[in-house]
């Protein structure tokens, strides 16, 4: 499973542990992902995903999975994630 988050495209960064005498190691910035259950209105089920906890908190402030997912950029999302925003599209147009 990789570390990347599927909403935002979050990944790992690297950088320096940099110590007292001002020696450098290079370590790597893991992103806060977790595994959420989020609720589409549209589709009126439960979706899982693995996001960052900064995307968690844009799609509540954004108004939901559905708000979320029209706005964001198709080059950003997971292959699963493309996949519901596409039904999600769908099931909006069918109604």
């Known amino acids: 499973m990789s570390r990347r988050c599927e909403?935002?495209?979050k990944g790992p960064m690297v950088?320096?542990?940099v110590s007292h005498a001002n020696n450098?190691?290079?370590?790597?910035?893991?992103?806060?992902?977790?595994?959420?259950t989020l609720h589409s209105e549209t589709l009126g089920r439960a979706v899982k995903l693995r996001?960052?906890?900064h995307a968690l908190?844009?799609?509540d402030?954004?108004?939901g999975l559905d708000a979320f997912l029209a706005k964001a950029k198709d080059t950003d999302l997971s292959a699963h994630a493309?996949?519901?925003?596409?039904?999600?599209?769908k099931?909006?147009?069918?109604s």
């Open 7 to 9: 909403l935002t495209g």
């Open 15 to 17: 950088g320096n542990n």
């Open 24 to 36: 450098k190691t290079k370590r790597r910035f893991l992103p806060n992902l977790n595994d959420t």
């Open 51 to 53: 996001i960052s906890a």
């Open 57 to 59: 908190r844009s799609v």
């Open 61 to 63: 402030h954004r108004g």
């Open 82 to 89: 493309l996949k519901i925003k596409k039904e999600i599209a």
């Open 91 to 94: 099931a909006a147009a069918a």
